[in-house]
């Protein structure tokens, strides 16, 4: 099926540095969404984007929805100890459609 | 609480055996799905349903069956036909099948 491209693979940063990671597709998406996942639990919906252009905010995290709509772009500011985990960029090409989910962008913090 | 619950949190099964994994949501929410995290991979969708008593085969179907009886409630079956069955298995729900989906906690499957 269908894959994202998500990158990068991993980050190692650290803490207090911001934190920039992406999703390209060959398609034009209408739903992006970010999820966070900790270690052995099931992922967090961090962010929903429904609109080409749109900007949308959680605390520290920043997330957008590129203007081609072929990609999005999720932003950490002061990065802490407790962002550590593996990030998920997931896109629908329709209403209706299934979720197509990136490879995940692993991210450790060192305090 | 509302939420999505997946038990057990871990299960260990003898090559050859079918199991069934749990999957409840008090969301009121419509769809349900259940997906396959494989290490250093994405999601792979497994089954989704849309409503009660009906669901559709996602993109590794096979080795995998599934039921829909109440709204709350999707188990998954990994029968012995599936070639490689350990993994981390996830359950999610939406509203419909057009919005944001919801995860549990995840079952970790040991077959030996």
């Known amino acids: 099926g269908q894959q994202l491209n998500q990158s990068p693979q991993s980050m190692f940063i650290q803490e207090g540095e911001d934190v920039s990671m992406n999703c390209t597709s060959s398609?034009?998406?209408?739903?992006w969404l970010w999820y966070k996942q900790d270690p052995g639990e099931g992922p967090v919906l961090l962010i929903a984007?429904?609109?080409?252009?749109e900007l949308t905010s959680n605390g520290r995290l920043t997330a957008q929805f590129g203007i081609t709509r072929k990609d999005s772009f999720l932003n950490i500011s002061a990065s802490i100890p407790s962002d550590v985990g593996i990030y998920f960029c997931?896109?629908?090409?329709?209403?209706?459609?299934?979720?197509?989910f990136g490879q995940g962008t692993e991210l450790s913090v060192k305090p | 609480d509302g939420g999505i619950t997946q038990s057990p949190k871990y299960l260990f099964r003898k090559e050859g055996q079918n199991v069934t994994l749990s999957c409840e949501q008090n969301?009121?929410?419509?769809?349900m799905y259940w997906y396959r995290q494989d290490p250093g991979q994405g999601l792979r969708l497994i089954y989704y349903?849309?409503?009660?008593?009906?669901?559709q085969k996602g993109d590794i179907a096979e080795g995998y069956s599934v039921s829909r009886e109440k709204k709350e409630s999707f188990p998954l079956t990994v029968t012995s036909a599936q070639k490689n069955p350990t993994a981390f298995y996830l359950c999610?729900?939406?509203?419909?099948?057009?919005?944001?989906?919801?995860f549990g906690p995840g079952t970790r499957l040991t077959v030996t």
């Open positions: 999610a729900s939406s509203r419909d099948t057009g919005y944001e989906q919801y």
């Open positions: 398609s034009i998406f209408n739903t």
């Open positions: 984007l429904y609109k080409a252009g």
């Open positions: 997931a896109g629908r090409r329709n209403q209706g459609g299934k979720l197509i």
């Open positions: 969301l009121n929410h419509d769809a």
């Open positions: 349903s849309q409503i009660v008593n009906d669901f």
